[in-house]
């Protein structure tokens, strides 16, 4: 979906080093998301926003962390403590009540 | 807790076959909502529809159907005439109404052979 970008397409990190992946919407969306996809699995949320300098967790967290200093971003970092980072991440953003919008995600490969 | 399952992992049909995905959920929200989203090769999340629970009329969009039953709690998808551009991985999902995220199926491969 158009307004989301997400960058790199491609992260290659060596394994025990933190790695932070961008999102940014300029959809001007209140609520922002993050998903982890695993192959032949659905998408899980790592952690959501719902307002600036606010954040929840997820149904796995662990391992993750974000912030929310300004509307348009969402960073997520994975930290060494996650033990299986190797994922396809996906961050989403909405207005409440309305669906999300994706963005074309980041494939994190851990060496 | 919220819970969508779907129980075809994988389906493979020939061009121009009908092919139907199946999507059942589990909520305790009166209010909710449904969504399908097509997943190409790419990655990238392609929104199909939204559904809310107050609105069980089934939904035609060109060759996609939807067929949304509380009794039933399913919001099954139907592709008529099925081309080789539908094959994707497709997801269902389900949101309470806030904006707290959605909770996903597993999804299911769709495999259109020519």
Known sequence: DGGITQSPKYLFRKEGQNVTLSCEQNLNHDAMYWYRQDPGQGLRLIYYSQIVNDFQKGDIAEGYSVSREKKESFPLTVTSAQKNPTAFYLCASSIRGHRPFFGPGTRLTVL | ?114
């Open chain 2, 1 to 114: 807790a919220q819970k969508v399952t779907q129980a075809q992992t994988e389906i493979s049909v020939v061009e121009k076959e009908d092919v139907t995905l199946d999507c059942v959920y589990e909520t305790r929200d009166t209010t909710y909502y449904l969504f399908w989203y097509k997943q190409p090769p790419s990655g990238e999340l392609v929104f199909l529809i939204r559904r809310n629970s107050f609105d069980e009329q089934n939904e035609i969009s060109g060759r996609y159907s939807w067929n949304f039953q509380k009794s039933t709690s399913s919001f099954n998808f139907t592709i008529t005439a099925s081309q080789v551009v539908d094959s994707a991985v497709y997801f269902c999902a389900l949101s309470g109404g806030g904006a707290d995220g959605l909770t996903f199926g597993k999804g299911t491969h769709l495999i259109i052979q020519p």
